[in-house]
């Protein structure tokens, strides 16, 4: 016959509860879970000098991901891919990323009223840099798409639907050179 082991303290029943019928572990907790194996009963505590939580998938793809603090500040790390694609660094504002359940997404504010709403009170909202010669940006709807772009070879801004080129004929080029527009 299978029995429950529990561990019990002079404040707390079920310190430690292991149930037998699915071999799921509950800590403050007498009745984990069959879902998972862990079922705490309150909040976690990991300290250490870069205390971490890693999430190893078993499938084919033996995916690794782990959350650390590390030097003050929260990483996401992709173990397989050895990157590090999120970070938050110490001390950082209250909504500085606010995501909202109907989608939008707030940076400076908490009530994001479109898709993308940035609020901050310095002159330059955004920056958006490209590493070559050429960058733009790409507006599209159902139907047309326009294109606001750079191309320092040809030392001209551009504004239009013709290409994704900055500086294309058909397109409204205004010289960075020298102002002119065309």
Same mark, same amino acid.
């Given at each position: 016959?299978?029995?429950?082991?529990?561990? /019990? &303290?002079?404040?707390?029943?079920?310190?430690?509860?292991?149930?037998?019928?699915?071999?799921?572990?509950?800590?403050?907790?007498? $009745?984990?879970?069959?879902?998972?194996?862990?079922?705490?009963?309150?909040?976690?505590?990991?300290?250490?000098?870069?205390?971490?939580?890693? @999430?190893? /998938?078993?499938?084919?793809?033996?995916?690794?991901?782990?959350? %650390?603090? @590390?030097?003050?500040?929260?990483?996401?790390?992709?173990?397989?891919?050895?990157? %590090?694609?999120?970070?938050?660094?110490?001390?950082?504002?209250?909504?500085?990323? *606010? @995501? *909202?359940?109907?989608?939008?997404? $707030?940076?400076?504010?908490?009530?994001?009223?479109?898709?993308?709403?940035?609020?901050?009170?310095?002159?330059?909202? +955004?920056?958006?840099?490209?590493?070559? +010669?050429?960058? %733009?940006?790409?507006?599209?709807?159902?139907? %047309?798409?326009?294109?606001?772009?750079?191309?320092?070879?040809?030392?001209?801004?551009?504004?239009?639907?013709?290409?994704?080129?900055?500086?294309?004929?058909?397109?409204?080029?205004? &010289?960075?050179?020298?102002?002119? *527009?065309?």
């Amino acid at each position: 016959a299978l029995v429950d082991f529990r561990v /019990e &303290s002079d404040t707390h029943a079920h310190a430690l509860f292991v149930d037998s019928s699915n071999g799921s572990v509950g800590i403050s907790n007498s $009745g984990p879970s069959s879902t998972y194996k862990l079922d705490v009963g309150g909040a976690i505590r990991s300290s250490a000098a870069a205390p971490g939580f890693v @999430l190893q /998938e078993t499938d084919a793809s033996n995916q690794t991901f782990a959350t %650390y603090g @590390l030097g003050g500040d929260f990483f996401v790390r992709d173990i397989t891919a050895a990157t %590090y694609p999120l970070k938050i660094e110490a001390g950082v504002a209250n909504d500085t990323l *606010v @995501l *909202v359940s109907g989608g939008n997404v $707030g940076i400076g504010t908490n009530n994001p009223d479109n898709k993308l709403h940035v609020e901050t009170s310095v002159n330059e909202v +955004a920056k958006f840099e490209s590493t070559d +010669a050429k960058g %733009y940006i790409r507006i599209r709807d159902n139907n %047309y798409i326009s294109y606001v772009g750079i191309n320092s070879t040809a030392g001209a801004a551009s504004f239009g639907g013709k290409t994704d080129e900055a500086a294309d004929t058909g397109n409204l080029n205004i &010289s960075t050179i020298n102002g002119k *527009v065309g």
